[in-house]
């Protein structure tokens, strides 16, 4: 056995509980090698299944990276794809960090992009000084309030977070069915997709990239807004005594507890600011993209979140570079489709080997460090 | 309003219709988290079921090898998850939303390589309705039940069969006992891991065919995504249920109700208001958070779901 060798550095007081799979799963630890070593064998995984429909691997990712960033135009679209990701992103990993499984980041989104498409078009004579400001208060503001919600339920009534955010996930999709084919926000004109009537002109996010510079580009003002919420972020986390608390009790509810940390008072905080971030992006696709709200759009930005926050292992540079990689996937996948004639769900399906390396990776963790822990007696004399 | 968009026989038959898929994730759904693992990728385990026994129907021109290949389908999304889980430990969330990913993915990648735009082929052969002769007689249990689809009663079987096994039979017990104190079973010679490894398996079985049911029984095509989230439905049924197959039943019932509502109350008014139908939708949603808050009624978990299990000795 190797471990016969290694010097006894772990004394009787390391004899700490063994930290949960679900924890590992969310914290693990090293360097940037392991996410890209999942990355990497996910994309290996992809190539055999590409090679196995019978299409050429090498073919379907350079198509893909051509998509993603073979002109000025498309480095700024992937950008755009990525904004929302970053924001669903830091929604999930927040909750992460405090021992919280946020599913319902996609939901959060939702109701965000509601309220703010709502004050938009409700308030749309007001001048941009004014409605932006209300506008992105409104996403924020409806997002931290169905984040709020679950945590909420969970911290008085102790039910499972993931149960209440896949129910509110789907509840919010009925009630903008609801809203925007046949209710308060429906927009009498709309043809084809339902949409709500369209924001004030002072509530849309500018386009911050000169036509000079990329011909028709359409990013906008939101990559600031999604740069701020990371800088916030960070601060918020390892900057002050509330961050300290909230990954205090994420590392561990009942010795929080013993040091006078109220577990519950912040599961309520930590969804709320959780489902503020994920407002906050829903409200940038309004703004900054669409002008209105569509009935069905931003279906899966919630679940590649998830994959997002444990690939950037819930640190605010490692979400943005896993966003990026995501945007880039989904961007470019429309090209690899129409060049390659290869379907862009190639890009979920590389996703999700993504994250069963993610969780076998943990695993492995686990095994490893459970075995170091229990030294023989005779082991722990050496 | 009439009181036939709420009781007519075509209501009944609708709610009937849309309650078995949701229902039989249910039951996956029981059979699963009552041996203590918790299964979010039913809705992966469906959509492979839907898609594959659609393929295999275009492919053999045979219905009951289409089902085969959809539960065989279904059965390998939950061998995956089982692994995960119950094997490796690893995080049951996780490891369920990969599979939905997946799942989607993989349809959706396999649809479009398959069938292009132009979607499935239109002349598949379908799971058969049953003609109760019987009935047509009858005024309105003949329009509500006597014409439905064979997969309907194989799912009111396969309800009273897992009720009568959960909770009659020593098997169905030792089952409930690994979800409950997995340590107690192991001590009294049961075999934990192998109870959820077929537990699981079950669970995708289940799912699976209330998938076929959509693609084969329903729709006679595949369409992407078409599961549209009715595992994570039947995951609603099995809570409000209770975690026992007559209640994911009623539950899923009442589900059902509620849709095929949402489709007879289309266009109704009370006074000069339009009924808010979409809201309908939101049912079984928020019944749920409700029933596991405890506002309505007291639903709890077999104490042991979710957790992954270490055996004595083992590390």
Redesign the interface.
């Known amino acids: 056995m190797t471990q016969l060798q290694q010097p006894a550095t772990t004394g009787p007081g390391s004899e700490s509980p063994a930290p949960s799979?679900?924890q590992l799963?969310f914290q693990w630890a090293g360097g940037p090698a392991i996410p890209l070593l999942s990355v990497a064998i996910a994309l290996v995984l992809g190539a055999i299944f590409v090679l196995l429909?019978g299409k050429d691997p090498i073919a379907a990712y350079s198509a893909l990276i051509q998509g993603a960033f073979g002109t000025p135009y498309d480095i700024t679209e992937t950008i755009v794809s990525a904004i929302p990701l970053v924001l669903t992103g830091l929604s999930v990993a927040i909750a992460f960090r405090t021992g919280l499984?946020n599913?319902g980041a996609q939901g959060q989104l939702l109701v965000g992009a509601v309220c703010a498409g709502w004050a938009g078009s409700q308030f749309a004579g007001l001048p941009g000084v004014l409605l932006m400001p209300i506008v992105i208060l409104f996403g924020i503001g409806g997002g931290a309030f169905y984040g709020g919600i679950v945590g909420l339920?969970k911290a008085v009534?102790g039910?499972?977070e993931?149960?209440?955010t896949?129910?509110?996930n789907?509840?919010i999709?009925?009630?903008m069915?609801?809203l925007l084919?046949?209710?308060p926000m429906t927009a009498q004109n709309a043809l084809g997709t339902p949409a709500s009537t369209p924001i004030g002109a002072g509530a849309r996010l500018p386009v911050i990239v000169p036509n000079e510079l990329v011909l028709f580009s359409r990013l906008h003002a939101g990559v600031l807004l999604a740069a701020a919420a990371v800088v916030l972020f960070w601060f918020l986390l390892w900057r002050t005594p509330l961050g300290y608390q909230l990954r205090a009790v994420g590392l561990g509810s009942r010795a929080a507890a013993q040091a006078g940390i109220d577990p519950a008072r912040h599961m309520v905080l930590v969804m709320a600011i959780a489902g503020g971030f994920a407002g906050l992006g829903g409200m940038i696709e309004v703004s900054g993209l669409f002008g209105r709200v569509y009935d069905g759009f931003a279906s899966s930005y919630g679940?590649d979140a998830?994959?997002v926050a444990?690939l950037g292992k819930n640190s605010p540079v490692g979400v943005v570079l896993a966003a990026l990689l995501f945007g880039a996937f989904v961007h470019g996948g429309a090209y690899m489709?129409s060049h390659a004639a290869i379907?862009s769900?190639?890009?979920?399906?590389i996703?999700?080997?993504v994250?069963?390396v993610?969780?076998?990776e943990?695993?492995v963790r686990?095994l490893t460090r459970?075995?170091r822990r229990?030294p023989k007696p005779v082991e722990a004399i050496a | 309003m009439t009181a036939e968009m709420f009781l007519g026989a075509a209501v009944l038959a609708a709610m009937l219709r849309l309650a078995a898929p949701i229902a039989l994730a249910a039951l996956g759904g029981v059979v699963t988290e009552r041996s203590g693992v918790t299964n979010i990728a039913l809705e992966a385990s469906m959509l492979v079921g839907a898609f594959f026994g659609i393929v295999a129907a275009d492919r053999t021109r045979n219905i009951w090898i289409a089902i085969g290949v959809a539960v065989l389908a279904g059965l390998l999304v939950a061998l995956l998850h089982a692994y995960a889980s119950i094997t490796l430990r690893s995080d049951q969330i996780v490891s369920g939303m990969a599979l939905n990913i997946l799942a989607l993915g993989l349809t959706t990648y396999l649809d479009y390589q398959l069938y292009g735009t132009t979607g499935t082929p239109p002349d598949l052969p379908g799971l058969p309705d049953v003609h109760l002769g019987f009935l047509s007689g009858l005024p309105y249990l003949g329009e509500a039940i006597g014409g439905q689809n064979s997969m309907v009663w194989v799912m009111a079987l396969l309800v009273v069969v897992l009720q009568l096994f959960l909770f009659r039979t020593v098997p169905g017990l030792r089952l409930r006992a690994v979800g409950e104190h997995p340590r107690a079973a192991e001590t009294v010679g049961i075999d934990v891991r192998r109870i959820r490894y077929v537990a699981v398996l079950a669970s995708g079985a289940l799912a699976a065919l209330g998938g076929a049911y959509l693609s084969l029984g329903v729709a006679h095509s595949f369409t992407d995504g078409m599961t549209g989230g009715r595992g994570f439905i039947g995951l609603a049924a099995m809570i409000f249920g209770r975690w026992t197959p007559v209640g994911a039943l009623a539950a899923s019932l009442i589900f059902g109700y509620g849709n095929a509502l949402s489709t007879s109350l289309q266009g109704a008014t009370i006074g000069d208001v339009r009924v808010p139908v979409q809201l309908l939708g939101t049912l079984p949603y928020i019944l749920t958070i409700l029933a596991v808050a405890g506002f309505v009624g007291r639903s709890r978990p077999p104490a042991a779901d979710g957790q992954p299990y270490e055996i004595e000795g083992h590390a």
Request: charged share 10%; net charge positive.
């Open positions: 799979v679900r799963t429909s499984f599913i339920l009534r039910v499972n993931v149960i209440t896949i129910m509110l789907y509840t999709v009925a009630v069915h609801w084919q046949a209710g679940f998830i994959a444990l489709q379907s769900n190639l890009v979920a399906i996703q999700s080997f994250l069963f993610i969780a076998a943990a695993l686990s459970r075995r229990t």
